[in-house]
């Protein structure tokens, strides 16, 4: 591709920015769905030379060259999955049920942070872990225990007592103090 | 106003230009073109550099900062730091942040700023050779290199007072000079063994473009190492005949080191050394001690063996992370002065089954590239045909922690940059304000074994109950090899406020404050010489 005219790129980065989900791999590195590994890298190499980050350090349009870098970065993304033989197999199942891209776990992540991580006191993460482990286990009464525990330590967690009521409601004894 | 490129090493650093298309490589105030990454610290507050710097070493070691590469970017408690801080002379501290910082006479340096002081020398060197100010710089850095370390590099040029252009790999860079592909189609392995790191990359090159297809190393495995254990071989000698441990003695321990590392650079030209080094040691009497000595290059070799046979390990698992044999590689590129010591080349001429290309300076090849480079993105958009584009990759994987102690990788490494990868998040608890995500750089399954890299916190979160707010977290890996990240209501579209807090970095108004100064300090570039201390015969 010949050089732009600045307006020109803004043009296209806006266009191919905006419907970058729609887009498959093939479509995106210009190569049909039976295009060899050496067809596919010369293609990501002939994007690379019009579209890598570099091309564009000097541009002081701080928004067009973030999305400049995230078309630059599917394209990236589109030449690892087509040029290893794995990923391109999970990819065409991918395809098929209707997904355009293939990411690296491929599934998102609902709660990835740890539920200890509030926890300051390292004394409360021991026993809260210890209690999320007999919850696990459907140990209500050790968990219950464990959670008291971390208690002790770290009075003003609310991830403990949140917990803590959670196993507390699940203990079969009625009565139980009711901690929801 | 010019754009340099700094190859800012562990033992010298190079920094070189290009003028007509020419590398131009900024002589050292005494000779060669070394600089050594040396800066000492006076009571009077002044700062030395250069050779005499490196004489400091051994009548103030413990104002003299050298190996500062080792440690830039590294929390203070890491397993590197502590190993360092048994072998160095000068004395670190835990500062602001978990960071490492080195006690002066008159404050206390973080370890960027020392780099930095070390920066701001080089280019008063390149500006009164050039007669030009220096605006921006493209700094080179080992290919493994976390995200922390390279921060902390920028950091350190921007102390200095430069735009940061890039920071570049360093195997990259040496392809780059080299130029090679042009034409053809060519698979390259870059081993660079250098003063403090190892490093070993294998390239792919087509024309314009140099992709990294994998990349490994060792940031603690270097010349360093030989030095230290012909120190080693020294003091034993030493002890034999006096029996006194002349390690015991900082100042004899920074003679003998610096002695040390004479006698490797002269037992890679011959066979063997001999010669006598004076006053090394004072006895109980108050006798002055000398070590007459006699190596051979064989006792040396066997010294440092296990050394480069780990290089030759560490080499076999990247070209099988790459899917590759030693014998398909086409050309094998020999970068940093390591690579003189004669066991080092059959060792990877016996692996390579090939003879490696020496053809351009090892110790200069690296600033070479960075020096085009720099020019390269000083003129991005002008003659785009021209230029050869760098298609770099991932340093270390990256991951995020969850439960059981965890951690869940986010994104792969050695996947080719600018890399993006957008997660949702929630909360655990009811009006949960705040989600803190720990990230960490690593290959390893469990949180604790990786580096952790900081702690990403999701602010302002509105009022609702847990798991009812979603945040869709972009993580992206720039051309840098940095982690930028960006968060956004995933209903709302609305942006979120995210900041990665780095564990042992400088914060942005450190970073300021440190700039300014820098600024206003004076340096000097003053002229005293090594006292000779050894006599090779």
């Known amino acids: ?180 | 106003m010019s754009v340099v490129g700094i190859d800012l090493g562990t033992t010298n650093s190079v920094i070189a230009t290009v003028r007509d298309n020419q590398v131009v490589v900024v002589p050292a105030a005494h000779g060669g073109y070394l600089h050594p990454s040396v800066v000492s610290f006076s009571n009077d507050g002044l700062k030395y550099f250069s050779r005499e710097a490196v004489a400091r070493r051994i009548v103030d070691p413990k104002y003299t900062v050298f190996s500062a590469k080792r440690l830039i970017g590294l929390a203070f408690q890491s397993k590197e730091v502590q190993r360092a801080i048994a072998r160095l002379p000068y004395e670190l501290r835990e500062g602001n942040n978990e960071q490492a910082v080195f006690v002066a006479p008159d404050r206390a340096y973080t370890i960027p700023e020392v780099s930095g002081l070390l920066l701001g020398y080089l280019r008063q060197c390149a500006e009164l050779f050039l007669g030009e100010t220096i605006t921006g710089a493209v700094i080179t850095v080992p290919a493994n290199f976390n995200d922390a370390q390279r921060r902390a590099t920028i950091d350190a040029g921007r102390i200095a007072g430069l735009d940061v252009l890039r920071v570049l790999n360093e195997p990259t860079a040496a392809a780059l000079a080299y130029g090679l592909g042009q034409n053809m189609s060519q698979r390259i392995a870059v081993y660079d063994f250098g003063g403090g790191t190892f490093d070993i990359t294998i390239l792919q090159v087509e024309g314009d473009v140099f992709e990294v297809l994998a990349t490994g190393g060792d940031t603690f495995l270097g010349g360093d190492d030989m030095d230290n254990a012909l120190l080693n071989t020294l003091a034993e000698l030493f002890r034999a005949e006096h029996g006194l441990d002349p390690r015991n003695d900082q100042a004899a321990k920074a003679r003998l080191l610096i002695a040390a590392e004479q006698v490797k650079c002269h037992l890679s030209d011959f066979p063997e050394a001999r010669g006598e080094l004076k006053n090394i040691a004072v006895s109980d009497r108050g006798e002055q001690l000398a070590l007459r000595f006699h190596i051979a290059r064989n006792v040396f070799e066997a010294a440092i063996r296990n050394l480069v046979s780990r290089t030759i390990q560490t080499t076999q698992e990247v070209l099988a992370s790459a899917g590759l044999a030693a014998s398909q590689v086409d050309e094998i590129i020999l970068v940093g002065g390591t690579t003189r010591v004669p066991l080092v080349r059959a060792e990877v001429e016996r692996y390579f089954g090939r003879t490696p290309r020496t053809d351009l300076n090892p110790d200069e090849v690296v600033a070479w590239g960075a020096a085009i480079q720099a020019e390269n993105l000083a003129h991005a958009g002008e003659s785009l045909s021209s230029h050869a584009v760098l298609l770099d990759v991932t340093p270390r994987a990256l991951g995020i922690a969850v439960a059981g102690g965890f951690a869940e990788r986010i994104l792969d490494r050695n996947v080719p940059v600018p890399v993006e990868q957008t997660r949702i998040f929630t909360t655990s608890a009811d009006n949960q304000s705040t989600v803190r995500i720990q990230v960490c750089q690593g290959e390893s399954r469990r949180f604790d074994e990786n580096v952790p890299l900081g702690e990403l916190e999701l602010s302002g979160i509105p009022p609702a109950r847990r798991g009812e707010v979603s945040i869709e977290v972009t993580f992206r890996v720039d051309t840098n090899g940095i982690l930028r990240v960006r968060a956004r209501d995933a209903a709302t579209g609305a942006a979120r406020e995210a900041a990665v807090n780095v564990r042992g970095g400088m914060t942005d108004v450190e970073v300021a404050e440190a700039v300014e100064r820098q600024k206003s300090a004076e340096s000097v570039l003053g002229d005293s010489l090594l006292p000779e201390l050894l006599e090779v015969e």
């Open chain 1, 1 to 180: 591709m010949a050089q732009r005219t600045s307006e020109q790129l803004a043009n296209f980065a806006r266009q191919l920015h905006g419907k970058l989900d729609q887009l498959t791999y093939y479509e995106l590195l210009g190569v049909s769905s039976t295009a060899s590994i050496p067809e596919v890298r010369s293609a990501f190499y002939s994007l690379s030379n019009d579209l890598h980050p570099d091309r564009y350090h000097g541009l002081n349009d701080r928004e067009l060259k973030d999305r400049l870098e995230t078309i630059y970065a599917r394209i990236c993304e589109g030449y690892r999955v087509l040029s290893t033989p794995e990923k391109r197999a999970a990819y065409a199942r991918a395809l098929t049920e209707g997904k355009r891209r293939l990411t690296s776990t491929d599934r998102e992540s609902k709660a990835p942070q740890n539920p200890e991580d509030s926890i300051r006191h390292e004394d409360a993460k021991k026993f809260f872990r210890l209690g999320m482990i007999s919850l696990a286990r459907k140990d209500y009464k050790g968990a219950v225990m464990n959670f008291n525990f971390a208690r002790s330590f770290e009075p003003g967690a609310a991830v403990i007592n949140q917990k803590l009521g959670e196993a507390q409601a699940a203990l079969p004894k009625p009565g139980g103090p009711g901690g929801k």
